[in-house]
């Protein structure tokens, strides 16, 4: 939640000057750099997150749907 709700936030929110055009200012190349590199910091926490722990997952459990008799 700490994540998604200021991601849409950002994205829907009409704030004064937020519509990018065909030249943009410094500022929103800033703008879209910065979330841009918060959207791969969030995808990097969760995947570092998960291979800190992906040795212990078990395997998925065999499919059921072709042992009909």
């Known amino acids: ?5 200021p991601s849409f936030a950002l ?8 519509l990018i055009g065909v030249n ?4 929103a190349w800033a703008a879209s750099i910065l979330i841009n ?3 791969m910091a969030a995808t990097a926490m969760f995947a570092f997150r ?3 722990i992906g040795a ?14």
């Open 1 to 5: 939640m700490l994540y998604a709700v």
């Open 11 to 18: 994205l829907l929110a009409p704030l004064p000057g937020s």
């Open 24 to 27: 943009p200012s410094a500022g």
């Open 37 to 39: 590199v918060l959207q």
């Open 50 to 52: 998960y291979l800190a």
């Open 56 to 69: 212990s997952v078990a395997d998925a459990a065999p499919s059921r749907a072709g042992r009909r008799g």
